[in-house]
């Protein structure tokens, strides 16, 4: 496993520091700590890292909320710990983006697998997401090749998979071309900025 980023919350100390102690072990880096859930979602806003390790229960916010506020500006790897094991508290965590869950207290033989099930977790949870966009994209521009060229569903796909083979590029970014090209035929006002944009970022 590579050398990950982590920003730890919880309001005991204590916990704290064995995280610190633990992680550096298994050769990472705390690069932010926080005693309470405001600071935390702050400090990862600052820090971006690669993994949060928040307690459940802290003051003036939650790892709860903290996790979920967090997985919507910098969708990020969050381990849930509680010192109590409470029913349906796995899958509330699961749905803010917390992507395992610990009891505490724990050992480095816990903590290890637990950081490794969030990044696996995390990982899954992205290439969901990107194939969601992905199909999305795609069937909005496969509509407006339709529209535009008179082909049928399954030849404007076809088309799509050339022309992304043929250009040597994902074919979402071939469809999401196609898009843009016809947003900007519906309105042709937009055409100026762009060049203009275009030509102030050359410079």
Do not use: W
């Amino acid at each position: 496993m590579k050398s990950l980023r982590v920003v730890t919350a919880d309001d005991d100390g204590l916990t704290l520091m064995v995280l610190r102690k633990i992680l550096a072990g298994m050769g990472h880096e705390v690069v932010g700590e926080a005693g309470d859930g405001e600071k935390a979602v702050a400090v990862v806003k600052e820090q971006k890292p690669d993994l949060c390790i928040f307690d459940i229960r802290m003051p003036k916010l939650e790892g709860i909320e903290a996790a979920r506020q967090i997985q919507s500006h910098h969708p990020t790897p969050v381990i849930i710990l509680s010192a109590h094991t409470e029913s349906g508290l796995g899958r509330e965590a699961a749905g803010v983006g917390a992507y395992a869950y610990l009891v505490k207290p724990f050992t480095a033989g816990q903590l290890k697998p637990a950081v490794e099930l969030a990044l696996a977790n995390f990982e899954k949870h992205q290439q969901v997401n990107e194939a969601l966009e992905t199909r999305k994209v795609v069937e909005r521009a496969k509509g407006i090749l339709m529209r535009q060229t008179g082909l049928d569903e399954e030849s404007a796909y076809l088309r799509l998979q050339k022309t992304a083979r043929n250009e040597n590029r994902k074919i979402l970014e071939v469809a999401r071309a196609i898009i843009l090209a016809e947003q900007l035929r519906r309105d042709p006002e937009e055409k100026p900025t762009t060049a203009r944009n275009s030509q102030t970022h050359s410079r």
